[in-house]
């Protein structure tokens, strides 16, 4: 074990994983983020907390990562190159795992010209695999990326993203690779609608061997309606939402949709699970948490290992 | 070339709205190549501003003068003759040359007519688009002569981001995905192996994060 992160040890043991996320909220009230992450208590096994997604400021990361640990949760701190240089990403680094947050995702991060702050500077002093194999370098060689020696190294489990279904799609396969050239531990996709695609983009990833190098997570997003998937389909970047997917949404009535939308995400599940080197599944409910647990069982992924989802003992007595 | 564009007029009868009499100011050199900062601009700046002080009631005398640089004290000298006469200078230059005047003339009031965009080139008639951001360490000769530090809306080092689509930047469907243009030119020149090469942070001191940047040539000082 490279970490005592319980993700580690959960995809270690050959479990396949769940995660999913919670958005802090956009203002200073905790108990928003604490009812949002209680939904997920004992159906998932780690938590992703977004850091300003969508380039809108929020509650930070770090802060509701600590909300979370507190809660006995395992949050997964997301860290994005656009608001921090590597100063400041290393010094919060110290400070999450100091609170016992011991997983996190290295991310570029959404462009602030989609955000509620256009007007602001992005810093973009390190990209993302730059990031993944600073945090590694912290963990394994115990230096800062300056490289002075740290009193206390933090031991993180390195996790990052990966867009099968962006451009050009023939280096989509070289990015992962150099992500885990990098130190990466483990990848959260983009949403998969087109299966055909992933599955493509996978046997390009076993052909290399890359799946036995990083543990891959299928990110999965419920529809809730057809216009979330037009809107998915058409005004989302690096989103590949299939006419087919479109088109079985639209093709029931409204109040219908969620439950088809389900049914799409729980066929997925089932599919994905056949194909080797997804290692587990990343929900991500977008604003509708409500119905992970609903998905967990439905795909028959309870129950979570036991004794790792909570640990509020552990917490209690203050070892991370 | 550096680029630049010419300020709003409102903007410029602001600032000149104080004074009775101006020296306007062009450059012959990059203001001139992107039609900012030029002769010609000069004349048509300047009947602009005569025009509509005198629709105002306050006639504004107008002195023209095109430097051959106004970044070099050399040139910048040739005003020196005409600075008595006027109450203040506006500058058609880029930033660089605006500040070159500004230390020269000490106790005149210069204030520049153009925005300072950016270095670049021309891509067709009209239009000029960002190459080059004068990071101080060129990576050019690795990524396949496209700049990720000018070019990727990112500043990527290592690939495109997951926003890439159709050969296209997420933030402009207008702007090209500079990954896949490096990509593409990898491709061309058979070194597609090389985008593998993890590229290390970047040392940003060399881009102006020491402090001011200069250039000393021991063996072209007097």
């Known amino acids: ?320 | 070339m550096i680029t630049a564009e010419r300020k709003p007029m409102q903007e410029l009868i602001q600032c000149i709205k104080p004074y009775r009499s101006i020296l306007l100011a062009g450059c012959n050199e990059c203001v001139t190549v992107c039609a900012a900062g030029g002769r010609k601009e000069v004349g048509v700046l300047a009947a602009a501003l005569k025009l509509h002080f005198l629709k105002e009631g306050q006639p504004l005398e107008i002195q023209e003068i095109t430097l051959e640089r106004q970044c070099d004290p050399e040139y910048v000298e040739q005003m020196a003759p005409s600075i008595g006469q006027v109450d203040a200078v506006l500058s058609m230059a880029c930033g660089c040359g605006v500040q070159e005047v500004a230390r020269r003339f000490q106790d005149k009031p210069v204030f520049p007519a153009l925005n300072t965009k950016f270095m670049g080139a021309s891509e067709r008639q009209g239009v000029w688009a960002e190459r080059c951001q004068g990071c101080g360490d060129c990576v050019l000769g690795f990524t396949a002569g496209v700049c990720p530090v000018a070019r990727c809306s990112k500043r990527l080092f290592n690939g495109p981001c997951g926003g890439s689509s159709n050969g296209k930047c997420e933030v402009d469907p207008n702007l090209d995905c500079a990954w896949q243009l490096i990509w593409d030119r990898l491709k061309s020149l058979g070194l597609t192996e090389r985008y593998e090469e993890n590229l290390p942070a970047k040392d940003w001191r060399p881009a102006g994060g020491a402090g001011p940047r200069k250039i000393v040539r021991e063996d072209m000082a007097l």
């Open chain 1, 1 to 320: 074990m490279k970490t005592a992160s319980t993700l580690e040890k959960i995809l270690a043991s050959g479990e396949l994983a769940v995660t999913s996320e919670c958005g802090p909220p956009r203002g200073a009230l905790p108990e928003k983020i604490r009812a949002k992450a209680d939904l997920l208590r004992g159906y998932v096994d780690a938590v992703n907390v977004t850091d300003n997604q969508t380039a809108m400021v929020r509650m930070s990361s770090l802060a509701a990562c600590i909300l979370l640990r507190q809660m006995g949760l395992h949050p997964i701190l997301q860290m994005v190159t656009r608001d921090r240089n590597r100063l400041a990403m290393q010094s919060d680094i110290l400070g999450a795992y100091a609170h016992g947050i011991d997983t996190m995702l290295c991310l570029s991060g959404d462009h602030p010209h989609f955000g509620d702050h256009p007007m602001a500077a992005a810093v973009h002093d390190i990209d993302s695999i730059q990031m993944i194999q600073m945090v590694k370098d912290m963990r394994d060689a115990g230096v800062f990326q300056g490289g002075e020696k740290i009193d206390g190294p933090p031991r993180m489990f390195i996790g990052a993203a990966a867009n099968p279904f962006a451009d050009p799609f023939e280096l989509r396969v070289s990015r992962l690779a150099k992500k885990v050239k990098a130190g990466v531990d483990f990848i959260q996709t983009q949403c998969i609608y087109n299966l055909d695609k992933f599955e493509k983009w996978m046997e390009g990833v076993r052909n290399r061997g890359l799946h036995e190098q990083v543990y891959i997570l299928a990110g999965i997003t419920p529809m809730k309606s057809v216009g979330m998937a037009r809107y998915m389909k058409h005004k989302v970047p690096g989103m590949d939402v299939p006419d087919e997917v479109v088109k079985r949404l639209g093709g029931v009535p409204k109040d219908k949709q969620a439950d088809e939308g389900i049914k799409i995400c729980l066929e997925t599940i089932a599919r994905l699970k056949n194909v080797e080197g997804v290692r587990g599944f990343h929900l991500m409910a977008i604003e509708w948490e409500q119905k992970v647990p609903e998905i967990v069982e439905r795909a028959g992924l309870l129950p979570r290992p036991e004794g790792l989802t909570l640990d509020v003992q552990n917490v209690l007595g203050g070892k991370p």
